[in-house]
T-cell receptor, first 112, second 112 residues
Framework: DSGVTQTPKHLITATGQRVTLRCSPRSGDLSVYWYQQSLDQGLQFLIQYYNGEERAKGNILERFSAQQFPDLHSELNLSSLELGDSALYFC???????????FGPGTRLTVL | TQLLEQSPQFLSIQEGENLTVYCNSSSVFSSLQWYRQEPGEGPVLLVTVVTGGEVKKLKRLTFQFGDARKDSSLHITAAQPGDTGLYLCAGKGTDTGNQFYFGTGTSLTVIP
């Protein structure tokens, strides 16, 4: 158990809908990272937050947004969903100066 | 962007054989991590190496960080079916934001 939690575990929805994925980092970690992993693809970095502020942006679509709240949990919002958005979405957390990030169990999103 | 290339992409070996996975880049990283991921689950940290030239051993797994901190290798001795999985390397960038860059992954299958 990495200490990072993600909910829900599975999510099935229809095209055009909007969903919210939730992540709670390890106790004491201020940084949260979001990744997307599609079938047969590696981990694609989406966005990073540190202590409530956006720190770095990767290949995140304009239809996607994220935020980190004062209690340090983070949410990833996916809107106008398309079939191609079906993937595993992972959250990871780390301390500001740590050399390691720890991953949650992921949310499997299926868009029908 | 700091890219990491892993080789081989796929590896299928018999139980008891040895193998080496490589993680290469033209960029310098402040640290490098190796993860193992099983289908549908989050990556699990195996090791973090920080110092150029560093070698770490975990039972049958040996990890090495290149002297110039641009590459790394993972060597598994006497592979077992339980070693089957996707192996990912990740480097912590030297740019602002402490972003982590992931390799393309090596899918290992150990046949009993």
């Amino acid at each position: 158990d990495s200490g990072v939690t993600q909910t829900p575990k599975h999510l099935i929805t229809a095209t055009g809908q909007r969903v919210t994925l939730r992540c709670s980092p390890r106790s004491g970690d201020l940084s949260v990272y979001w990744y997307q992993q599609s079938l047969d693809q590696g981990l694609q970095f989406l966005i990073q937050y540190y202590n409530g502020e956006e720190r770095a942006k990767g290949n995140i679509l304009e239809r996607f947004s994220a935020q980190q709240f004062p209690d340090l949990h983070s949410e990833l919002n996916l809107s106008s969903l398309e079939l191609g958005d079906s993937a595993l979405y992972f959250c990871a957390s780390s301390d500001e100066w740590a050399d390691t990030q720890y991953f949650g169990p992921g949310t499997r999103l299926t868009v029908l | 962007t700091q890219l990491l290339e892993q080789s081989p992409q796929f590896l299928s070996i018999q139980e008891g054989e040895n193998l080496t996975v490589y993680c290469n880049s033209s960029s310098v990283f402040s640290s490098l991590q190796w993860y193992r991921q099983e289908p549908g689950e989050g990556p699990v940290l195996l090791v973090t190496v920080v110092t150029g030239g560093e070698v770490k051993k975990l039972k049958r797994l040996t990890f090495q960080f290149g002297d110039a901190r641009k590459d790394s290798s993972l060597h598994i001795t006497a592979a077992q079916p339980g070693d089957t999985g996707l192996y990912l390397c990740a480097g912590k960038g030297t740019d602002t934001g402490n972003q982590f860059y992931f390799g393309t992954g090596t899918s290992l299958t150990v046949i009993p």
